[in-house]
């Protein structure tokens, strides 16, 4: 489950981030200036990720990698988002922001460690 969700919240909000830039600077990127070289380098990354998790499955040999680079994508992101939180639409919603992707961040690493300890009873 986790992984379907997590691929396709990647899949999309990259494609968005590519597709729409404007629109999604707007609503969830509005930190700083808007850059729409660094908004196509973030769906670049994300969607890939996205289509991974997917990926993994269908094939379980990939569930380990892809939760381990996902749950290094949003650990990093989290950082991020809790180092800046100068959202424009107020430091509130950036520091909500920060705490949704420390969540997600920790969510991640639980299905990697969950998963990697059942794979390494299954050898």
Do not use: C
Request: charged residues 10%; aromatic residues 12%; negative net charge.
């Amino acid at each position: 489950m986790v992984l379907v969700i997590a691929g396709i919240y990647q899949a999309v909000t990259g494609t968005w981030a590519i597709v729409a830039p404007e629109s999604f600077f707007d609503t969830l990127g509005a930190f700083g200036v808007r850059n729409d070289h660094y908004l196509f380098d973030f769906g670049s990354f994300a969607i890939p990720v996205g289509l991974a998790l997917l990926a993994a499955v269908k094939w379980p040999s990939w569930r380990v990698p892809a939760l381990a680079i996902a749950t290094g994508h949003w650990a990093l992101h989290t950082v991020s988002h809790l180092v800046d939180t100068n959202h424009h639409q107020g430091q509130a919603l950036g520091i909500f922001e920060g705490l949704g992707l420390l969540v997600t961040a920790a969510l991640m690493a639980l299905a990697l460690w969950f998963t990697a300890a059942e794979e390494s009873r299954a050898d």
